[in-house]
C-alpha cells in the first residue's frame, strides 16, 4: 500500500519561505514521478512542480518558476517542495502524488497515489 504523507505547511508572511516534505512508503520516489499540486479555496486543484524519476527533467508552474523547487532525499523517499518569496496568492492546500511512471506529469489525472494536503497560509 502507498502513502503518502505532507508535512510542513504553516502560517507565514508574504516573502517567508517554507519547505514541504511529503514522506512516502510502499512505492519508491526514485524510480517514479511526482509532483506537487495545490488548491485554494473556491478553485479547481492547480498544477504547482513535477520532476521525473531521474530528476533529469523538472516543470514549474509560471505562477511559482524562480520561486519554487522541486527536490528528493533518496535515502528518506522523500520528496520536498522549497517555497521561497511566498505571496499572499500562494495560500492553499499542498498536495504531494506520485504516478506510476518515470516522467515527470503536469496532468493531476495522470496521479494514482495522493497525500492528505497540508495547508499553506500566506499574509500580506
Known amino acids: 500500500q502507498v502513502q503518502l504523507v505532507e508535512s510542513g505547511g504553516g502560517l507565514v508572511q508574504a516573502g517567508d519561505s517554507l519547505r514541504l516534505s511529503c514522506a512516502a512508503s510502499?512505492?519508491?520516489?526514485?524510480?517514479?514521478?511526482m509532483g506537487w499540486f495545490r488548491q485554494a479555496p473556491g478553485k479547481e486543484r492547480e498544477f504547482v512542480a513535477a520532476?521525473?524519476?531521474?530528476?533529469?527533467?523538472?516543470y514549474y508552474a509560471d505562477s511559482v518558476k524562480g520561486r519554487f523547487t522541486i527536490s528528493r532525499d533518496n535515502a528518506k523517499n522523500t520528496a520536498y517542495l522549497q517555497m521561497d518569496n511566498l505571496e499572499p496568492e500562494d495560500t492553499a492546500v499542498y498536495y504531494c502524488?506520485?504516478?506510476?511512471?518515470?516522467?515527470?506529469?503536469?496532468?493531476?489525472?495522470?496521479?494514482?497515489?495522493w497525500g492528505q494536503g497540508t495547508q499553506v497560509t500566506v499574509s500580506s
Open positions: 520532476r521525473s524519476a531521474s530528476g533529469g527533467r523538472t
Open positions: 510502499g512505492r519508491t520516489l526514485s524510480t517514479h514521478g
Open positions: 502524488a506520485t504516478n506510476p511512471t518515470t516522467w515527470a506529469k503536469r496532468n493531476a489525472d495522470e496521479y494514482d497515489y
